[in-house]
């Protein structure tokens, strides 16, 4: 006979001073249990006498219920196997309703009203079925088959081999040590980012470090400049937090300082793109770089400065940040491994000022303490070694190529239905399309051809400028990148 799998007994409830007796109270718990799915056909439970220990209580009555529950169908034994759920019960009982009390629903049927927060309101985003596939053009997806996995997995078994109390232990807040001297080291020389390794906060990606720095840096109705159009995961993040978001209009230059000024004046906060503008690509000139600078230093106002994939540009080397020219401590740095490395390594960090570092540290530990300890030592090691150095150097010249295919392809089969921009950096480009094609009926249509372009009008926080589409080129071969456009003219 095939063994039962075990299962985890659910925290039994039981009144020793009820009326009702002990039998009929656990009889009763089982019931509900298995009514409401916290226990499934065929799983195991415990034995009279284990369950009898764990609850303080005679077998006596465990014993009574158990023989209550086979007779009545609930429970079956088998010999040198245990007792377990009876796996006659059909699956789907367990889609009854529960009440809160615990009780089975009188009306299965009947829908009652669940209050949840108004902050899940700003979490949602509308469906995204573009999202659906990981082919042809996925934005933010890197080249994961040209990862060195091999050299990885090594890494990964030499710390996993050795783990130490004090790496199964809890980490610091701010980081593991090592890999936030690693990481003010490379920063410092490929992006002129001025800090040392007090002011590196390790996150679990760019998204959470866009939380931290809401939390830390902003009240509820603080206002914030977005670049308009932008990240829609900035506008979720800032807005969960509270803050009125800000359109500023973004043109060659990038943002507009100066309209940001006329539109919110009392702003607390700016989010900006500079080095590579997201979605339209273009980087920050010099000129707008020190207006921005100089009116974020007159308001006290902070600049959160999110550098997602400036390793990779093309027509130059990598720009500075705008963090390594800021005389005046504004601006808050945002880098992430998700785009250099693979998006499930979940390891981003924050260059803050000295004097924030206390109320950044606070912010961390209160949202989910500290990463991964193992990936924060590996990752340490992979900087250290070289590897990391040889990865991106690798991985420009592939995206390079793979940017020359989309370029190509689009003008083969797109022609002037597509306007391409956004070129020069990065692993995605953005195209235009006319001022009467909707762009999110392209990319559902798109998606249902197994093609993941992502439309341009969401990333706007009103009425859409110009609709469009951004194709993410880092994890699609020059093949899938020319039947990708081929799929995508059709759908157009």
Not at 135 to 156: N, T
Not at 431 to 452: M, N, Q
Request: proline share 7%; glycine share 10%.
């Amino acid at each position: 006979m095939q063994r039962i799998p075990p299962g985890f007994l659910p925290p039994v409830a039981m009144d020793p001073d009820s009326d009702v007796p002990m039998y009929q109270q656990l009889s009763e718990w089982f019931r509900l249990a298995i009514s409401g799915g916290q226990l499934r056909p065929g799983q195991r439970v415990p034995s009279t006498r284990s369950l009898a220990v764990e609850l303080g209580i005679s077998r006596i009555p465990v014993l009574g219920a158990y023989e209550q529950l086979q007779a009545e169908g609930f429970l079956e034994t088998f010999t040198g196997a245990g007792t377990c759920i009876a796996r006659s019960i059909p699956a789907d009982l367990s889609m009854q309703k529960v009440s809160n009390a615990g009780q089975l629903s009188d009306a299965p049927g009947q829908s009652t009203s669940r209050r949840v927060s108004r902050r899940v309101a700003q979490m949602r985003q509308p469906e995204q079925t573009w999202l659906g596939n990981m082919g042809a053009f996925r934005v933010g997806l890197p080249a994961l088959d040209h990862f060195p996995v091999g050299l990885w997995s090594k890494l990964v078994n030499r710390h996993a081999r050795r783990l130490s109390p004090e790496a199964m232990a809890y980490g610091d807040p701010m980081g593991h040590l090592p890999l936030r001297e690693a990481i003010a080291e490379y920063v410092g020389a490929a992006r002129a980012v001025r800090c040392d390794a007090s002011q590196i906060l390790i996150t679990t990606g760019s998204q959470q470090a866009l939380q931290i720095c809401a939390h830390v840096l902003l009240d509820p109705g603080d206002r914030v400049w977005m670049e308009d159009p932008g990240y829609p995961g900035a506008h979720q993040a800032l807005r969960t937090a509270g803050a009125e978001l800000v359109p500023v209009p973004v043109d060659r230059e990038g943002i507009d300082v100066e309209q940001g000024a006329r539109l919110g004046a009392d702003a607390r906060a700016v989010y900006i793109s500079p080095s590579h503008q997201f979605p339209l690509g273009m980087a920050l000139s010099a000129s707008r770089r020190m207006q921005l600078l100089q009116w974020a230093a007159r308001h006290e106002a902070w600049i959160i400065e999110d550098d997602y994939d400036s390793e990779y540009r093309f027509g130059s080397r990598p720009l500075s940040s705008l963090q390594g020219t800021d005389r005046d401590a504004r601006v808050i740095y945002l880098g992430t491994f998700s785009k250099v490395m693979f998006p499930s390594l979940r390891l981003g960090y924050l260059v803050v000022p000295k004097d924030l570092v206390s109320d950044f540290h606070a912010g961390r530990d209160a949202i989910d303490t500290f990463s991964s300890m193992l990936h924060q030592a590996v990752m340490t090691d992979f900087i250290r070694e070289g590897h990391f150095a040889r990865h991106i150097r690798s991985m420009r010249t592939l995206y390079m190529a793979r940017r020359e295919a989309v370029l190509e392809a689009t003008e083969r089969y797109l022609g002037d239905r597509l306007e391409v921009i956004g070129t020069e950096a990065g692993m995605q480009l953005a195209g235009l399309l006319p001022e009467d094609v909707d762009d999110v009926g392209v990319s559902r249509k798109a998606a249902r051809h197994g093609v993941s372009v992502r439309p341009l009008s969401p990333c706007y926080l009103g009425p859409a400028a110009r609709s469009g589409l951004i194709l993410g080129y880092g994890g699609v071969s020059p093949e899938q990148i020319h039947d990708g456009v081929r799929k995508l003219a059709l759908c157009l």
